[in-house]
């Protein structure tokens, strides 16, 4: 392995730091990693935006080394995740990536024009976000294959939680953390542990003395939010590695938390902010639908016109709903049930059948649609709000307890990964 690196360094330097245009260098690599590099005009370019993205939140960066050693390390362990998705048949077509541009446009108000516009106007290249935004799609697809299947739920522990959730007040609360790890290496010894513990302290103070959190965590952590002032976003108690949910419990918003061990470092945490969780009821539709699939038999005109036919006779009085459902559905499911689909929320459906129902009078047969199953008539029977309070609980709990192992087992594996990977510095 060492001389195939040190071969592919060497032919790494000659064809991108030695590739020049009169006397100009036109890229150069930064790091090796593994079979593959960081180059220096990615490192420059998550520099542009994290420097923007402070620029727009008025956020104080530390110096420019500190903030590329942060970048780098990013870069790193994104390279080896692309090199886990290449390995595993992961990417992500054009398609997909205009559809997630779509969709962060949407969130910020704006059309993707006036995005790509706002992003050139940062002085960042639109060409490199979209890429930045594709890696991003990747590296979250390869987390949740990895990470997955490293999580397990016993049944016994979300009953434990929902009975623990049971005894809480009706007004839950959630937490906006900031987080600093002072990680330490694997088979760290026991003065490398207690150093680290000094460095933390020391920090803690720092921050008490009234340092910047932000300023800190992107200087000082090695956490995976490091570049995003260490925010963690809102959780809940039972959300929360329970290393942080025992010490957060009870605590103000604005106090500071730590040192908190953990087996990859000293924490430090700060109560950003505090809110409620207010309860939501849960709306039902029990509706029934008959399906036509097309087929080289069956054309889509001929499926579409024969369900107008089909939903003309049910009109009419000619045929039964059911009965129709019965002989004609493609949807072997629920045509035994005369096509009923029962209780259940409209976001479960396709998208267009869900638009269908939700606008549907009680007792109104639709006119003939089309989903990706082909197409349908749709009737809704009634409605309901339920208090699906136990159900609720049920889902919560369980994702509450994979949101907390997930992210346990998310930096666990990180630091493994890069633990058994080939990583060197060619430019400082």
Do not use: C
Request: aromatic residues 6%; glycine residues 6%; negative net charge.
């Amino acid at each position: 392995m060492g001389n195939i690196v040190k071969f592919f360094v060497a032919i790494s330097a000659l064809l991108l730091s030695s590739v020049v245009m009169g006397q100009q260098v036109l890229d150069r690599v930064a790091v090796i990693v593994n079979e593959g590099v960081v180059l220096e005009s990615e490192v420059d370019q998550l520099l542009k935006q994290v420097k923007a993205n402070a620029a727009r939140s008025g956020a104080e960066l530390p110096a420019d080394k500190v903030l590329r050693i942060q970048a780098m390390d990013r870069l790193i362990l994104t390279e080896l995740q692309k090199q886990m998705a290449e390995r595993m048949g992961i990417t992500i077509s054009d398609a997909q990536l205009e559809q997630t541009l779509v969709r962060i446009a949407n969130d910020q108000n704006m059309s993707v024009d006036e995005l790509r516009a706002s992003i050139n106007a940062s002085g960042n290249n639109w060409s490199s976000y979209r890429e930045s935004i594709r890696n991003e799609i990747i590296t979250g697809e390869v987390q949740r294959a990895a990470v997955r299947r490293r999580v397990y739920i016993a049944p016994q522990e979300v009953t434990n939680l929902v009975e623990a959730m049971n005894q809480a007040t009706e007004q839950e609360v959630e937490y906006r953390l900031g987080h600093i790890l002072m990680g330490f290496r694997d088979n760290a010894t026991a003065d490398e542990v207690q150093e680290t513990r000094e460095r933390a302290e020391q920090l803690l103070a720092k921050l008490r003395d009234g340092a910047d959190f932000e300023k800190a965590a992107i200087t000082s952590s090695s956490g995976s939010r490091a570049l995003d002032g260490g925010d963690l976003g809102w959780m809940n108690i039972n959300s929360m590695p329970t290393l942080f949910a025992d010490a957060v419990r009870g605590k103000n918003q604005g106090e500071l938390i730590g040192p908190l061990r953990s087996g990859v470092g000293f924490h430090i945490l700060k109560v950003n902010e505090i809110r409620g969780i207010e309860q939501v009821e849960i709306s039902e539709v029990k509706a029934r639908h008959i399906l036509m699939t097309p087929s080289v038999i069956l054309s889509e005109r001929r499926a579409k016109e024969r369900l107008e036919e089909i939903r003309a006779s049910i009109i009419a009085g000619e045929v039964d709903f059911a009965d129709a459902a019965r002989e004609h559905s493609a949807d072997t499911g629920s045509a035994a049930n005369g096509g009923e689909l029962g209780w259940a929320e409209p976001s479960i459906y396709a998208p267009e059948f869900k638009n269908t129902i939700e606008k549907a009078e009680i007792g109104e047969i639709s006119q003939p649609f089309k989903t990706q199953f082909g197409w349908h008539i749709a009737q809704v029977l009634d409605r309901r709000v339920q208090d699906a309070t136990k159900r609720s609980q049920e889902n919560r709990a369980y994702q509450l307890l994979f949101n907390r192992k997930y992210q346990e087992e998310l930096e666990n594996w990180q630091q493994e990964i890069r633990d058994e990977a080939y990583i060197e510095t060619v430019i400082d």
